[in-house]
Protein backbone atom coordinates (compact mmCIF):
# COMPACT_ATOMS: atom_id res chain seq x y z
CA UNK A 1 0.00 0.00 0.00
CA UNK A 2 2.49 2.75 0.61
CA UNK A 3 3.20 3.17 -3.52
CA UNK A 4 0.10 4.52 -3.24
CA UNK A 5 1.49 7.36 -0.47
CA UNK A 6 3.05 9.80 -2.82
CA UNK A 7 2.98 12.51 -5.06
CA UNK A 8 -0.29 13.80 -6.42
CA UNK A 9 -0.49 13.14 -9.90
CA UNK A 10 0.63 9.57 -10.07
CA UNK A 11 -0.70 8.62 -6.98
CA UNK A 12 -4.16 9.31 -7.49
CA UNK A 13 -3.58 6.90 -10.74
CA UNK A 14 -2.25 4.24 -8.62
CA UNK A 15 -4.74 4.63 -5.85
CA UNK A 16 -7.42 4.25 -8.67
CA UNK A 17 -6.07 0.88 -9.56
CA UNK A 18 -5.42 -0.24 -6.47
CA UNK A 19 -8.94 0.63 -5.18
CA UNK A 20 -10.55 -1.30 -8.39
CA UNK A 21 -8.46 -4.25 -7.33
CA UNK A 22 -9.53 -3.95 -4.23
CA UNK A 23 -13.06 -4.35 -5.26
CA UNK A 24 -12.77 -6.49 -7.94
CA UNK A 25 -10.63 -9.30 -6.15
CA UNK A 26 -10.19 -8.79 -2.24
CA UNK A 27 -12.93 -7.15 -0.97
CA UNK A 28 -15.84 -9.76 -0.58
CA UNK A 29 -13.05 -13.06 0.00
CA UNK A 30 -11.98 -11.18 3.08
CA UNK A 31 -15.39 -10.22 4.53
CA UNK A 32 -16.51 -13.73 3.43
CA UNK A 33 -13.94 -15.25 5.36
CA UNK A 34 -13.55 -12.89 8.23
CA UNK A 35 -17.57 -13.01 9.15
CA UNK A 36 -17.49 -16.90 8.88
CA UNK A 37 -14.54 -17.09 11.12
CA UNK A 38 -16.35 -14.80 13.60
CA UNK A 39 -19.68 -15.39 13.61
CA UNK A 40 -20.83 -18.03 10.74
CA UNK A 41 -20.28 -21.81 9.82
CA UNK A 42 -16.55 -21.53 11.00
CA UNK A 43 -17.04 -19.76 14.13
CA UNK A 44 -15.42 -22.65 16.18
CA UNK A 45 -12.51 -22.92 13.79
CA UNK A 46 -12.22 -19.14 14.68
CA UNK A 47 -12.07 -19.26 18.23
CA UNK A 48 -8.67 -20.82 18.06
CA UNK A 49 -5.59 -19.40 19.39
CA UNK A 50 -3.48 -19.75 16.12
CA UNK A 51 -6.64 -18.24 14.11
CA UNK A 52 -6.85 -15.50 16.79
CA UNK A 53 -3.31 -14.89 16.60
CA UNK A 54 -3.07 -14.60 13.22
CA UNK A 55 -6.50 -12.78 12.78
CA UNK A 56 -4.63 -10.22 15.38
CA UNK A 57 -1.07 -10.30 13.52
CA UNK A 58 -3.32 -9.23 10.17
CA UNK A 59 -5.69 -7.17 11.34
CA UNK A 60 -3.89 -4.03 12.50
CA UNK A 61 -1.49 -3.44 9.55
CA UNK A 62 -4.67 -3.96 7.18
CA UNK A 63 -6.90 -1.38 9.13
CA UNK A 64 -3.76 0.89 9.25
CA UNK A 65 -2.67 0.88 5.50
CA UNK A 66 -5.45 -0.64 3.90
CA UNK A 67 -9.28 -0.19 4.40
CA UNK A 68 -10.96 1.19 7.90
CA UNK A 69 -13.90 3.61 8.19
CA UNK A 70 -14.89 6.40 10.86
CA UNK A 71 -18.79 6.54 11.91
CA UNK A 72 -20.80 9.55 11.63
CA UNK A 73 -24.40 11.03 12.74
CA UNK A 74 -26.95 10.24 10.32
CA UNK A 75 -27.53 14.42 10.31
CA UNK A 76 -23.79 15.00 9.35
CA UNK A 77 -24.25 12.26 6.52
CA UNK A 78 -27.07 13.83 5.02
CA UNK A 79 -25.29 17.21 5.17
CA UNK A 80 -22.20 15.92 3.47
CA UNK A 81 -23.95 14.07 0.50
CA UNK A 82 -25.71 17.31 0.03
CA UNK A 83 -22.26 19.47 -0.55
CA UNK A 84 -20.47 16.47 -1.81
CA UNK A 85 -19.06 16.80 -5.27
CA UNK A 86 -19.26 14.18 -8.33
CA UNK A 87 -21.07 11.06 -8.88
CA UNK A 88 -22.50 8.62 -6.39
CA UNK A 89 -23.58 5.12 -7.02
CA UNK A 90 -25.40 2.48 -4.95
CA UNK A 91 -25.24 -1.08 -4.80
CA UNK A 92 -25.58 -4.15 -2.60
CA UNK A 93 -23.79 -4.27 0.80
CA UNK A 94 -20.52 -5.94 0.45
CA UNK A 95 -20.85 -7.70 4.00
CA UNK A 96 -24.34 -8.77 3.22
CA UNK A 97 -23.99 -10.48 -0.09
CA UNK A 98 -20.40 -11.22 1.09
CA UNK A 99 -21.68 -13.58 3.84
CA UNK A 100 -26.09 -13.54 3.38
CA UNK A 101 -25.97 -13.51 7.34
CA UNK A 102 -28.40 -10.33 7.69
CA UNK A 103 -31.63 -9.40 6.79
CA UNK A 104 -31.01 -5.60 6.31
CA UNK A 105 -31.50 -3.80 3.46
CA UNK A 106 -29.09 -5.02 0.76
CA UNK A 107 -28.68 -2.30 -1.31
CA UNK A 108 -27.18 0.31 0.98
CA UNK A 109 -23.51 0.61 -0.34
CA UNK A 110 -23.18 4.73 -1.17
CA UNK A 111 -19.95 4.78 -3.24
CA UNK A 112 -18.21 8.19 -3.48
CA UNK A 113 -15.24 9.95 -5.14
CA UNK A 114 -12.73 7.28 -6.79
CA UNK A 115 -15.43 4.55 -5.31
CA UNK A 116 -17.65 5.21 -7.98
CA UNK A 117 -15.33 4.52 -11.06
CA UNK A 118 -13.77 0.98 -8.75
CA UNK A 119 -17.15 -0.50 -8.29
CA UNK A 120 -19.15 0.19 -10.89
CA UNK A 121 -16.02 -1.08 -13.44
CA UNK A 122 -15.88 -3.69 -11.12
CA UNK A 123 -19.46 -4.70 -10.96
CA UNK A 124 -20.95 -2.68 -13.80
CA UNK A 125 -24.20 -5.33 -13.33
CA UNK A 126 -24.70 -4.39 -9.35
CA UNK A 127 -23.97 -0.50 -9.06
CA UNK A 128 -26.35 2.06 -10.45
CA UNK A 129 -25.40 5.98 -10.44
CA UNK A 130 -27.93 8.06 -8.49
CA UNK A 131 -29.08 11.47 -7.12
CA UNK A 132 -27.80 12.73 -3.58
CA UNK A 133 -31.88 13.03 -3.10
CA UNK A 134 -31.76 9.03 -3.35
CA UNK A 135 -28.91 8.64 -1.40
CA UNK A 136 -30.29 10.87 1.36
CA UNK A 137 -33.25 8.30 1.29
CA UNK A 138 -31.49 5.49 1.58
CA UNK A 139 -29.36 6.92 4.51
CA UNK A 140 -32.81 8.07 6.30
CA UNK A 141 -34.44 4.45 5.99
CA UNK A 142 -31.18 2.76 7.54
CA UNK A 143 -31.24 5.51 10.47
CA UNK A 144 -34.37 4.62 11.30
CA UNK A 145 -34.28 0.88 11.25
CA UNK A 146 -31.82 1.77 14.13
CA UNK A 147 -28.26 1.29 11.20
CA UNK A 148 -25.28 3.73 11.61
CA UNK A 149 -23.24 5.02 8.70
CA UNK A 150 -19.63 5.23 8.68
CA UNK A 151 -16.91 6.68 6.24
CA UNK A 152 -14.75 4.05 4.83
CA UNK A 153 -11.41 5.14 3.98
CA UNK A 154 -8.69 3.24 1.09
CA UNK A 155 -4.89 3.29 2.12
CA UNK A 156 -5.80 5.57 5.71
CA UNK A 157 -2.29 6.06 6.72
CA UNK A 158 -1.71 9.28 8.57
CA UNK A 159 -5.34 9.38 9.68
CA UNK A 160 -4.88 6.99 12.98
CA UNK A 161 -5.22 8.98 16.13
CA UNK A 162 -5.83 12.35 14.15
CA UNK A 163 -8.86 14.36 14.50
CA UNK A 164 -11.21 15.83 12.04
CA UNK A 165 -9.55 18.87 9.55
CA UNK A 166 -12.12 20.92 9.83
CA UNK A 167 -15.64 21.92 11.12
CA UNK A 168 -17.35 22.97 8.22
CA UNK A 169 -20.27 20.89 6.25
CA UNK A 170 -18.20 20.29 3.20
CA UNK A 171 -15.99 17.79 1.87
CA UNK A 172 -12.91 18.54 3.64
CA UNK A 173 -14.40 18.47 6.59
CA UNK A 174 -13.09 14.20 7.06
CA UNK A 175 -9.64 15.30 4.93
CA UNK A 176 -11.94 14.72 1.64
CA UNK A 177 -9.79 16.78 -0.13
CA UNK A 178 -7.11 13.31 0.28
CA UNK A 179 -9.76 11.53 -1.89
CA UNK A 180 -9.14 8.29 0.25
CA UNK A 181 -12.74 8.20 1.17
CA UNK A 182 -14.52 6.05 -0.71
CA UNK A 183 -17.81 4.80 0.28
CA UNK A 184 -20.48 5.73 2.55
CA UNK A 185 -21.82 2.18 4.37
CA UNK A 186 -25.06 1.73 6.40
CA UNK A 187 -24.19 -0.47 9.31
CA UNK A 188 -25.78 -2.97 11.82
CA UNK A 189 -24.20 -5.16 14.70
CA UNK A 190 -25.11 -8.53 12.72
CA UNK A 191 -23.74 -7.78 9.56
CA UNK A 192 -20.75 -5.23 9.01
CA UNK A 193 -17.62 -7.35 9.01
CA UNK A 194 -15.49 -4.40 9.90
CA UNK A 195 -17.76 -3.59 13.26
CA UNK A 196 -17.73 -7.56 14.49
CA UNK A 197 -13.38 -7.49 13.50
CA UNK A 198 -13.33 -4.23 15.76
CA UNK A 199 -15.47 -5.44 18.44
CA UNK A 200 -13.77 -9.50 18.19
CA UNK A 201 -10.21 -8.51 17.79
CA UNK A 202 -10.46 -5.34 19.62
CA UNK A 203 -9.81 -1.41 18.29
CA UNK A 204 -5.73 -2.36 18.92
CA UNK A 205 -6.11 -4.89 16.69
CA UNK A 206 -8.32 -3.67 14.08
CA UNK A 207 -8.79 0.08 14.58
CA UNK A 208 -11.64 2.24 13.49
CA UNK A 209 -11.05 5.56 13.18
CA UNK A 210 -11.45 8.41 15.88
CA UNK A 211 -15.30 9.79 15.07
CA UNK A 212 -15.78 13.60 13.99
CA UNK A 213 -18.30 13.60 17.01
CA UNK A 214 -18.56 12.17 20.67
CA UNK A 215 -21.70 12.14 22.53
CA UNK A 216 -22.41 14.52 25.22
CA UNK A 217 -25.30 13.73 28.12
CA UNK A 218 -27.22 16.81 29.42
CA UNK A 219 -27.50 15.12 33.47
CA UNK A 220 -30.17 17.91 34.28
CA UNK A 221 -32.33 16.13 31.00
CA UNK A 222 -31.19 12.65 31.65
CA UNK A 223 -34.07 9.74 33.41
CA UNK A 224 -31.32 7.06 32.88
CA UNK A 225 -34.15 4.90 31.30
CA UNK A 226 -31.12 2.97 29.19
CA UNK A 227 -31.91 3.53 26.05
CA UNK A 228 -29.11 5.21 24.77
CA UNK A 229 -27.50 1.93 26.06
CA UNK A 230 -29.74 -0.21 23.74
CA UNK A 231 -28.81 1.94 20.99
CA UNK A 232 -24.98 2.06 21.61
CA UNK A 233 -23.32 -0.97 19.11
CA UNK A 234 -20.27 0.37 20.85
CA UNK A 235 -21.19 -0.75 24.48
CA UNK A 236 -20.01 2.76 25.04
CA UNK A 237 -22.46 3.81 27.62
CA UNK A 238 -23.94 2.86 31.05
CA UNK A 239 -26.04 4.24 33.64
CA UNK A 240 -24.50 5.53 37.14
CA UNK A 241 -26.26 7.57 39.73
CA UNK A 242 -29.24 6.95 37.69
CA UNK A 243 -27.77 9.16 34.44
CA UNK A 244 -25.95 7.62 31.25
CA UNK A 245 -22.68 8.51 31.12
CA UNK A 246 -19.69 7.15 28.52
CA UNK A 247 -17.92 4.01 30.17
CA UNK A 248 -15.58 3.97 26.92
CA UNK A 249 -14.46 4.88 23.80
CA UNK A 250 -17.14 6.80 22.02
CA UNK A 251 -16.93 6.55 17.87
CA UNK A 252 -19.71 9.18 17.05
CA UNK A 253 -22.18 6.83 15.68
CA UNK A 254 -25.16 8.85 17.13
CA UNK A 255 -27.32 6.48 17.70
CA UNK A 256 -27.47 7.27 21.52
CA UNK A 257 -28.64 10.59 20.79
CA UNK A 258 -31.57 9.49 18.01
CA UNK A 259 -32.97 6.85 21.01
CA UNK A 260 -32.85 9.32 23.74
CA UNK A 261 -36.68 9.98 24.59
CA UNK A 262 -35.47 12.89 26.63
CA UNK A 263 -33.44 14.31 24.21
CA UNK A 264 -30.88 14.76 26.82
CA UNK A 265 -28.02 13.36 24.04
CA UNK A 266 -26.16 15.99 22.03
CA UNK A 267 -23.20 15.32 19.01
CA UNK A 268 -20.76 17.89 19.62
CA UNK A 269 -17.42 18.44 17.49
CA UNK A 270 -14.42 16.18 19.45
CA UNK A 271 -12.29 18.38 20.95
CA UNK A 272 -14.72 21.68 20.21
Given at each position: ?????????????????????????????????S??L??????????????R???????????????????????R?????E???????V??????????????P?????????????????????????????????????S?????????????????????????????????????????????T????????????????????Q?????????????????C?A????????????????????????????????G?????????
Amino acid sequence: MGLVHGAEGEVSRLRRWSLYLFARYLEMPLLAASYHLLRGRYRRLGQSRAVRALGTALGGPFAYAGDTARALPAPRVLEMIEALPGQIAVGPCRCRAAHRGCDHPLETDLVIHAGVEAWTRAFPDEYRVIDSAEAQRIVRTCSQLGMWHMIFVHCPIGQHGRGPKGHDHGPSALGWDLGHEYVICNCCTCGCVPYILNRELGQRFYPLLQGEYVAHTEAGRCTGDGACLAACPFQARAVVDGHAVLADTCFGCGLCAAACPEGAITMQLRGG
